[in-house]
Structures are given as structure tokens and as C-alpha cells.
């Protein structure tokens, strides 16, 4: 079916009305940030510590008056907690973190990603509105003026990188050797309403145009050209230090110019924004500007957080990060007798209190029915004896009614008042029958800081479970009664991310998983160690009987020798074999069963870094809805999983998303997820890989895990081969232009071949948690994702044939799917224009037949992701510039929002080649002889001129069509 409203309108209105955002507890309260965390990883020295904070203080106290400002006072920093590690112990802090911790933290000091190096960044991964999943910076770039320098002042970048992470604006800016983002664009004078008379303009947005000058980046020279009289790869442009612009901050943070000190808005403000410049704000906003976007996030949308006189300087505590407080509140009602709920939930919650959690931390046991009592104290993991006496609390004897707000009353007000970190963990497989409920206990909650993760235990587990879990900033996990423990493993896995995080040498990574059920005597299977891991291998395996188990597990080493002994505890019926320290290579396990068919056995392989050196190879995953609920119908889930190597992304790895539908016995859905910049992945080589996800069956709670696999072609970014460490701003001046680095990245995450490294063979496996759907399409109502990669390139010089004369260019995209990226679209609607304004969203079905390009004969079934090439010839006409953009179409009709606009210059338009500053002027001789040339061309044209007829050629045919360019 066709879409009757725009795109763009209805995602964004969407977007706001369902509240999206990130984990981040920051709020906006009477036009005041409240409850930022700037947390510091484990990985940065101590003896750093007081530069950095003094530093972070200095940048936020800056950053918030230049927010105040750029907002029209509307907002400003407050209140702001810096976030030390655990293991710091000669900094001074107020007190203990409450619940603030790293994962989910607004601003990160952590170790340089290769590629962006001391750069500061947003890590993005969302759409157009989406928040950002942290603002990253590197010890070095706070701590040294020169290498901050580049960046333009640490204030106002905090500013732009802010406008990022919490509104889900974009760069207004181009970036080098970018193909969808390029450092200049053709400002036509056919633009309509747009003066400019066909020049070549950086890419930015401004009131007036930045002052400055191209430069080849070795700052030697003026740019050279291309044929098509468009600067070539290695033109830069140097904006001045002093500007008369003051808008926009997304274009040129690097500028130190007081007076840019706004955003782009409306045609009709003293800030228009330019919807023409190919930035990522125009394709990925459907070219709204910064303010509109920032006007209908929920801090300033119906009018919330007017402008105000009062301004504050922000409030800045020291907090060290502490050990969580677990409050395990855990449903004891007569239903979880069933599927024998009861007795997998004691076997899971011991073996995660036996081995799973962190020394240190504090557990408390609560069960409740119909009404609810403290089973074991807060007590601290200290020691095996520790860990056990709390394990051997936990009984199977269950009975009675639900009162699930019962239990969170005594965890938040009896249990973990006024304690550090507090987190429950709330397991339940039934709704509400008894008092008090939820929503009566909802505020203490609330008032208590906690935050809590739910797991819907079963089909008809309390539908309010997502809702208390994404008040708190908890998460949500969904366990069917047919799953054999894995899936309830993963969710009291799940809280252990409110754990201080431990530094990357003692990071343990899961690397197998299995199950097996069958009649076979003997099962087993293969697992690598790779270069990255080796420490501590463990292998655990359990069974629902221990009669099912005839010959105790073991492992093979690569070299065939036997590793045994492993330890097994009656208790959970898991056998447990460890290795301090294994080789890398091929790994294998082997056990000896009874064949019988009812019962089961499941194997889980983790591992640690192998070397304190080196980071291990991490995986993690999660879902664009959080916690809230989706409705299919109208909502659009987007399923992530990040994989790096400290901070350096893995790129062309093979990464597939496993769904477990809500009913029992249908088989998960399988998703292969890409980094390819294009569908749900908004930038390629980041290391984040996505799909939509677009498949449902049924209502119900749907659980998301993603496996990971090297696939054969996996490396490792390690950045650019030179440095930008060593480099130093000393003044704006050609020789110091030299050694500036250039800002990354755009819609491709750069790739030096020679600075890659393989990781080998390796597996990796991430629990993104569940996501609950309560409505679902009845017709095909998602029409094909957007194309952001649609390329033009000129093959060749004019050709002659008999009758004519013209062009080969190349036409290229990559494919949408059916439905968003999944599937194959049916087919695509091209069209080629002299004018831009025809190929806007709401005038592009609408546009002149003359600008279509008929394919109605070219087979499009080309799977979603991949590339579709055709060679386009171009009868020539005369000097112009072309403008192209599609959208794709599915089977029911649904058509792709427009493509991002395609430019192609046939000839050389030689009033492009004057340069836009004076000391760029070409010599008169040259204009003379250019001015001949024009003219025999001219004659040239008008005589082979007899048709304006174009023809598309594609897998080996040509399709003919009409083209009038008068």
C-alpha cells in the first residue's frame, strides 16, 4: 500500500510521541540538565585523575553558558556527577555513586578508538530524533590544550557532541573522500529560491557564507581540479579563525570565532538552514533543520522549558563508582509450580550466586505470593562460604497468590533504602491477583533510585513488567517454558552489567553455547580460543537429570590431549571444568549420554583475555525499543550488536540475530545483521551491525540474542597508519594546515588494509534482552527502507557512434528490502532532473514524465544489501548538471521515502571553475582559452545534435527512453 503521509513527519511525530531514548537518567527540569554522568573507564591512569577532572569541570562549566545561549535560553547544565572507577583510591569524592554507573553513562573518558583517535565523537547508531549512545573522549584530548586544539574549544565541541547524544541531530558538515557527505557540493542556480548561480560550497550550513579558503590538505598549494571543475580528493577547506557567521554549531566546531553561537533553523529566521548541502542532518532528517528537531524532542516540545532569565552555574560532584546491592525479588505463587518454573529458577539463581557475581556485592532474597518475605539478608559476596550459604536459602516450595508490588515493597523500603547502587532483579510468571500491586508501590519505587530488571517467566506473566522497567532505566527479559535454562541464565546475566565494570584484562566472554536433546550415547562439539582469549577457560554443562549424564564431560585440546576433572555440583546438576590457561586454536568437548529423548543437556563455554595487553574481542546487543512496548503496526524495532576490540570496531564480520517468538513451538527467526551504512545501519565500518527487525508471528514477548562469528573475513580497525598524537596546532597558517587530521567520519568508517588486523577464527555470543509487541500488522504495511547510497559516476570522455554522440556514467545503490532491509524490493522509480526541487519528498511523484527513467524491463530481485549497478547512456545535449534520485517499491505498493540526490556534471561548466576567492583566480590567458573552447563546443553541439534521447543499459540490455532537457 501506498504511504499517504510523509515519511519523514510521521517517523519523527512518532519518534517523540512514544518518549524514545537511550538508558541515560538525565532529565530537563525547569530548563536545567540534571543528573549528568561523565563517567571515566577503568582503563585511564589515576595518576591522570586531577587534570582530568579539573578539565572536565572547566569544559562543562563552558559548554553549559554556550548551551544556555545556543538554546535561547532554554537550557543549561545544572547538576553534573563525574563518575570515578572503583579501583581509584587517592581522589577526593563526595561519596559513593547511588546509581550511576559506566554502561550507562552520558559522557565516557575511555582509551582512543583507532580511527577516531583523540577526536571527541557521539556514538550514534539511531535515526533521525534517536538519542546517542554516549559521547566519547580520550584521556588525552583532556588533558592537552594542543591536541585539543584541533577540535576547536572543548566547550563549545561538548556542545555540538550534546546536540548529538540527546536530541539525535547530525553533523552539518562534509568529510573527506566521503562520496555521500563530500567536503563541496554544486550550489545550482537552478535551485529554486536558492541563489548561488551554480558555485562550488563547502559543505556546511551558515547564515552567511564562512569565511575561508581551499587548500590542498598538504597545505602547499591552492586545490587542484578535476575535469569536471570540481575540486579533487585532496582539497581541504581552512575556515578563518575570525567569523562574521553565526550559525551553525554542527558545521565547524574547530572554528574558535565567538560569534558562531547558534544552530540552523527556519527559512524564516535569522539562522535559515540549508536543506541543499549533502550533510548527514539533511539525508537522515529528510532536510529538516537542527531546531526543528531539537523543538520536538519532549525537553522543549508544547512549549516545556520556555526561555527563562535565571541561569546557574552547573553543580559538579566527584562520585566513585560502588559495589551493586542485588535484591533478588522472586515470585513464589502456586503457578510456578507449573513447567516446573520453580525448580529452574532455584537451579539458575544459584548457579548465578555461586559463580556469577562479582566479590563484593551485596545479594538480598525476597519471595513473595500473596504476600512477601525476606528470605536472606543483604549479605556481601566475600567467599565460596559466603556464596553458598546465600544459595542454600533458596527453596522450591511454592504456593498462593501474586502480589508482585508485595515484593518490591519490602526489596525498596526494607532492603536497599539509602543504600549504593541499588538494582532488583524481579522474576514472575503471573499478573497481579493480590494487594498491594505495581502501580500501588510504584512512587517508592521510583523515590528509591533502584533499577529494575523483569523477567516475564512464561506466556502469561504481568503485562506491566516493560513498564516498571523503563521508568527505572532497568531492562526486560522474556523465558518460555519450553527453554532449557538458557534464557533465564541470560537474564540474571543481564544484571551483572550494574557491576563496577572490571578493566578489559579480567573481561569474561561467552564463546559457545549449545543444547542437546536426542538419542544419541555420545554429544559434543567444536569451539575456538582465539588470539584475544584463553584465561580461565570454563566449560559448564547441566542436565534436567543426572542419570542422563553416563561419562563426565571433557575437552580436547588442539594437540588432541584430554583435559579432565571436571567438578560437579548436585545442587544444579552442572558439571564445571576449567582451564587457567588454554592454547589457541580449535578446542573440543565430548560427554557420554544415556540416549534417552526427554532429557537434556546444555554446555556454555566463557573465557578471558588472554594477555593484560590485549583487549579481548566483545560483543554486545541490544533493541532500538528498550523496554517500552511496540506496536508493530506503527512502531519500527531495530536489533544491534557491537563488536570491537577494546574500542577499535570489527568490521565484515558475519553477525546474525536469533528472535524466540512468543509461542513455544515455533522456530526463532534468524536475521543477518549488517554494518553497511545503509536500512537500519545508519554509518558502515563502525562495528555496529543492525537489521530491522520485521518478522511477527504473533502478540507476545519476543528474546533477541546475537552470535558473532569472524565468517572468514573479519578484521580489526586499527585507524589510520599515521597518528594524530604527535600532531600540534600552533596557528591557522598554511604550514601548520599540513599537519591538521581530518575529521571523521561520515557514512563509512575509513579502512587502511595495511593497518587491519585478522582476528581469526573466533565466536562471540550477546543476549539483547526481549521486547514485548502488542500489536501486529494484519498487511504488508512497511514499504521499503530508504536508499542513502545512490552514486553517478562519468566512465568515460564523450563516445561517437553513426548517429550520435555521448556518455557512459554508472548508476549504483545498494538494495532495500521488501519490508525496510529485509526481503527484496520489487522495483524502483528513477528520476533525472535539471532542477533539485523536483526530486524533494513531496513533489517527486508528482514531477514531469520527461524526468523518468523507464526500467521496467531491468529484473531489480536483488536481496536487500547487496549492489545494484546500471550503466547509464547519455546522448550529450549541452553542459549541464544533472540531478538523480529513486525510490524503491514492494510487491503490495509501499513506496521508500526518496533516495539521497545524485549529481552528475556532463560537461565541464566553466563558470564553476572560478574559485569563490579572490587569490583562487585563474590566469587570463587560461580564462581566454576556456572561453575559445566554450564556444567551438557550442558549435560542436549544435550540429551532432538530433535527438534527446537516453538510454539505460543493465545486465547486458538496454532500456530506451525519452529524456527533454530544453
Known sequence: MKMHTSFWGATLLLLFALGVRGQSRAKLVNNGYEDVVVAISQEVDEMDGPDIIASIKEMIQESSRRLYRATHTRAYFRSVKILIPKSWTNTSVIGNALSENFQNSDIRVDIMNSVYKNQPYTHQSGGC????????????????????????????????????????????????????????????????????????????????????????????????????????????????????????????????????????????????????????????????????????????????????ERYMDPEIQVIQHADANYALVLDYSGSMNDHYRIHKLRKTARRWILHEVTEGSYVAIIKFSKRASLVHRLSQITDEASRKTLADSIETKADGGTSIGAGLYVAVKKILANVKNPVILLITDGEENENPRIKDVLQNVLDSGVRVITVAFGAEADPKLEKIAEMTGGKTFTVNDIDEGHMLEDAFDGALTYQPPPPRSNTTVTIHEEVYRGTERYAGSKFNVDFTIGKNLVLRLDTDDRQHIVHEPHMVRPDGNIVGGAVFDPNTFTWILTVPLAEEGEWKWRVGLSGSPDNFIRVKVTAQTRDPTVHPITTRAWISSGTREVNATRDRVIIYAEVKQGNNPVVNADVRALVTPPSEFEPDQEYILLDNGQGADIQSGDGIYSRYMTHYSATGRYSVKAQVTDGGTAVINRGFLTSSQRKRRSAENDEDFEERPDYCCGSHIPLHHKNTQVTGTFNRISVAGSVKVTEIPVIDNQPPAAVRD?????????????????????????????????????????????????????????????????????????????????????????????????????????????????????????????????????????????????????????????????????????????????
Open 129 to 308: 530524533g534517536d538519542p546517542g549512545l554516549y559521547i566519547h573522549l580520550t584521556p588525552e584530548y583532556l588533558i592537552d590544550r594542543a591536541q585539543a586544539a584541533w577540535w576547536g574549544p572543548r566547550g563549545k565541541v561538548l556542545l555540538l557532541e550534546w546536540a548529538k547524544y540527546r536530541w539525535g541531530v547530525f553533523d552539518e558538515l562534509g568529510y573527506p573522500g566521503d562520496e555521500s557527505f563530500p567536503l563541496f557540493y554544486v550550489w545550482d542556480e537552478n535551485t529554486s529560491g536558492v541563489p548561488g548561480g551554480g558555485t562550488i560550497l563547502p559543505t556546511y550550513c551558515a547564515n552567511i557564507p564562512v569565511e575561508g579558503r581551499r587548500i590542498d590538505k598538504r597545505g602547499r598549494s591552492i586545490c587542484s581540479l578535476t575535469p569536471q571543475g570540481e575540486p579533487d580528493k585532496d582539497c581541504r577547506f581552512l575556515p578563518y579563525r575570525d567569523q562574521r557567521a553565526t550559525s551553525s554549531l554542527m558545521s565547524y566546531p574547530l572554528i574558535f570565532s565567538d560569534t558562531v553561537v547558534d544552530f540552523c533553523s527556519g527559512p524564516d529566521s535569522d539562522h535559515p538552514h540549508n536543506a541543499v548541502a549533502p550533510t548527514k542532518q539533511n539525508l537522515f532528517c529528510g532536510g529538516r533543520s537542527v531546531w526543528d528537531i531539537m523543538m520536538m524532542h519532549e525537553d522543549f516540545a508544547n512549549n516545556a522549558n520556555p526561555p527563562t
Open 790 to 966: 545512490l552514486h553517478i559516476v562519468l566512465l568515460d570522455d564523450i563516445q561517437t557512434d553513426t548517429l550520435s554522440s555521448f556518455y557512459n556514467v554508472s548508476l549504483s545503490w545498494t538494495a532495500p528490502g521488501d519490508d525496510l532491509d529485509v526481503g527484496n524490493a520489487s522495483s524502483y522509480i528513477l528520476r533525472m532532473t535539471k532542477n533539485r526541487s523536483d526530486l524533494a519528498e513531496k513533489y517527486f511523484n508528482n514531477a514531469s514524465k520527461e524526468t523518468l527513467i523507464d526500467t521496467s524491463g531491468y529484473p531489480f530481485g536483488v536481496e536487500a544489501g547487496e549492489k545494484i549497478n546500471i550503466t547509464l547512456k547519455l546522448f550529450l545535449v549541452s553542459d549541464v548538471t544533472f540531478y538523480l534520485a529513486l525510490r524503491a517499491k514492494d510487491e503490495a505498493g509501499g513506496e521508500s521515502p526518496v533516495s539521497n540526490i545524485a549529481v552528475l556534471r556532463l560537461e565541464v561548466n566553466h563558470h564553476l571553475l572560478q574559485p569563490e576567492y579572490p587569490q583562487l583566480l585563474l590566469p587570463v590567458w587560461a580564462i581566454t582559452l576556456i572561453l575559445a573552447l566554450l564556444v567551438l563546443l557550442i558549435i560542436f553541439v549544435s550540429v551532432i545534435l538530433a535527438s534527446r534521447k537516453y538510454g539505460v543499459t543493465g545486465g547486458g540490455r538496454t532500456l530506451v527512453f525519452s529524456f527533454n532537457m530544453s
